[in-house]
C-alpha cells in the first residue's frame, strides 16, 4: 500500500543487514493492518552505531529493531533502559519516545518463551533443569528468562568454559536461590541426564555451518529441543529429536514473537503470531534457500 508524508517510520539496524526478515515481517504487518507506515533496513557500520541511533528523533523516526553486531552499542546509546533491558545488559528494540528520548528494551527473552510455550505446550518450568548451550547474547536472554519463569536450575554448556563460567556466575547473583552449572565441551552428553529442556542457542546447524555434534540419549523423551537457528527451519539437532519423540521448537517462532513489542509501538496495534505470519516469512525463507 501507498505510504504518505504522515507515515509511521521504522526500521531495523545491522552490519550486515541485507539478510534480515524484519522489513519482511513489519512490512506485512503493516500492509495487513491497513496502516500508513514503513520499516525499512539501516546498513549501519559498527563505528557509526551510536550515533546513528541518536538520530532517530532527529530523523521523525518512532523506533528500530537492532542486530547484530549493535546491541551493545544500543544499550549505550539509549536514554533509558526496561527491565528486560536491565537483565539482560543489551537493547534489541529502541523506541522514540513523545519527548524524543530513547527507550531500550531486549525482547529476545520474551520472544525465546512465547514460541517454547507455543510449540511445546507441555512444557513447564518444573519439568526439570534447563540445558543451554552456547553463552553469546541471546543465550543470555534465554537463560534470564528461564530462570524468572522458575526453571530449577541451569546446565551451561560451552566450548570455551571459561565463558561459561563467566556468565554462571552473572546468573548466580541474580539468581541465588537456583544452581547454575557451568560444564565444558566434554560434558556436553552428560549434562541431558534428567533434563527438562535442551536449548541450542549456538550458530551450529545453520545453513553452512556443520551440526551440533551432541548425541541425545540421556535427554528424557518427553523434554523439549529448542533451537534458536531458522534456517533451515529443521536443524540436524531438531530432526534427531523429532525422531526420538521429543517435542520440537524451532527457532522461527522467536523471531517473530520478539518483534511484536517494537511494532506495538511503532504500528499503534498489537501483531498477531499466527499461521499467515508464519507462512508469510517461512514463503521467503524458502525462496532464499532456493
Not at 525499512?40 to 529493531?65: H, S, T
Request: charged share 15%; hydrophobic share 45%.
Amino acid at each position: 500500500m501507498a505510504i504518505s508524508g504522515a507515515a509511521r517510520v521504522a526500521g531495523v539496524m545491522g552490519w550486515p543487514i541485507a539478510h534480515s526478515l524484519s522489513p519482511l515481517l513489519h512490512g506485512y504487518w503493516f500492509q495487513r493492518y491497513g496502516i500508513d507506515g514503513a520499516y525499512v533496513p539501516f546498513p549501519v557500520r559498527p563505528e557509526n552505531a551510536i550515533a546513528a541511533i541518536r538520530a532517530l528523533p532527529l530523523l521523525g523516526l518512532r523506533g528500530c529493531n537492532v542486530t547484530l553486531p549493535h546491541k551493545e552499542a544500543a544499550y549505550a546509546a539509549v536514554d533509558r533502559h526496561d527491565e528486560s533491558a536491565r537483565r539482560m545488559g543489551v537493547v534489541n528494540t529502541v523506541m522514540v519516545q513523545e519527548d524524543g528520548s530513547l527507550l531500550g528494551a531486549c525482547t529476545d527473552g520474551l520472544g525465546f518463551l512465547a514460541n517454547l510455550t507455543e510449540q511445546a505446550p507441555g512444557w513447564h518450568p518444573g519439568q526439570g533443569e534447563a540445558v543451554l548451550v552456547g553463552t553469546g547474547g541471546a543465550a543470555r536472554a534465554v537463560a534470564v528468562t528461564l530462570l524468572d519463569a522458575g526453571v530449577p536450575g541451569l546446565r551451561l554448556v560451552n566450548r570455551t568454559l571459561a565463558k561459561a563460567e563467566a556468565l554462571a556466575a552473572e546468573l548466580q547473583a541474580m539468581f541465588p536461590g537456583v544452581t547454575v552449572t557451568p560444564l565444558g565441551w566434554a560434558e556436553r552428553a552428560g549434562a541431558l541426564d534428567g533434563a527438562g529442556l535442551l536449548v541450542q542457542s549456538t550458530a551450529l546447524g545453520m545453513k553452512g555451518q556443520p551440526p551440533l555434534d551432541l548425541t541425545l540419549d540421556a535427554l528424557p523423551v518427553a523434554a523439549p529441543v529448542a533451537d534458536l537457528v531458522y534456517t533451515p527451519l529443521e536443524t540436524d539437532i531438531l530432526r534427531r529429536a523429532r525422531l526420538r519423540g521429543h517435542p520440537v521448537v524451532d527457532g522461527l517462532g522467536m523471531l517473530l514473537h520478539q518483534a511484536v513489542p517494537g511494532f506495538r509501538h511503532w504500528g499503534g496495534v498489537t501483531p498477531a503470531v499466527d499461521a499467515p505470519t508464519r507462512q508469510v516469512v517461512e514463503a521467503a525463507l524458502r525462496q532464499r534457500d532456493s
